[in-house]
């Protein structure tokens, strides 16, 4: 879904460093920076404010528009954040602020939609490339792409090209850069004939011989190593 707009209330934030980042988050406030077409702005805010705007049905692609201290609001997209490896939590979030009326580059989620024919025949379905990088308006990007692979047999593959996007939205990746693939199952078992011959084999030979030929193999791989070793 795309065209999703998202009040958010920030503040500014005048003391730095990472003992005052600490604070904020202590206090459920999340740091971070908005940058734009001027100077770079040092905000902090709600984790819940900001959670709430991620998670409406534009996802990280809404654009956000950014109030700061109760003043005029700037439009701004998600640019990065960081997470707290071990619970989970923002961390830290940078804001780029866009034109509405100007393209922006940005990467979207491809999601595989049906149960490819090839499954049914044993296949196994792969997703090569999970993001692919558009161009569009920034009310125009969408959430995620999705293609359809339910007419998909063994042997088949899709590529950029099969995806469907929306009017406004360029493709900015090779267009022969593949998605998915059906193919057999990668493992491959012996004939019963050379399985049956490689077991003869390893009960033909007691274990203590094949201990001391091993134990040769090593001495003589040492000594031809030893051999090449010129002393200064």
């Not at 100077?39 to 900001?50: F, Q, T, Y």
């Not at 990065?80 to 989970?88: A, L, S």
Request: with cysteine; glycine share 10%.
């Amino acid at each position: 879904m795309a065209g999703s707009r998202v009040k958010l209330v920030v503040s500014e934030r005048t003391r730095l460093g990472s003992s005052e980042s600490r604070r904020l988050r202590s206090q459920g406030l999340i740091p971070g920076v908005l940058y734009g077409r001027a100077e770079p702005v040092a905000i902090c805010v709600g984790e819940r404010d900001l959670r709430a705007a991620l998670h409406t049905p534009a996802g990280t692609h809404a654009v956000l528009d950014v109030e700061i201290d109760g003043g005029e609001q700037h439009s701004a997209i998600l640019k990065e954040f960081q997470r707290d490896p071990i619970r989970g939590l923002i961390t830290h979030v940078d804001l780029q602020e866009v034109r509405l009326d100007r393209a922006i580059h940005s990467a979207v989620v491809v999601s595989l939609v049906g149960e490819p024919a090839g499954t049914k025949e044993g296949g196994v379905l792969s997703q090569v490339t999970t993001e692919v990088n558009v161009e569009g308006l920034p009310l125009e990007i969408p959430q995620h792409l999705e293609l359809d692979v339910s007419e998909m047999h063994i042997g088949d593959s899709l590529r950029l090209a099969d995806l469907a996007v929306p009017d406004g939205i360029t493709l900015l990746d090779d267009p022969e850069e593949v998605i998915a693939t059906v193919t057999l199952p990668s493992r491959e078992e012996l004939p019963e004939e050379e399985a049956a011959e490689g077991e003869e084999g390893a009960e033909g030979v007691p274990e203590g011989e094949a201990a001391e030929a091993a134990a040769d193999e090593a001495a003589e791989t040492d000594a031809s190593a030893g051999g090449d070793t010129v002393e200064g």
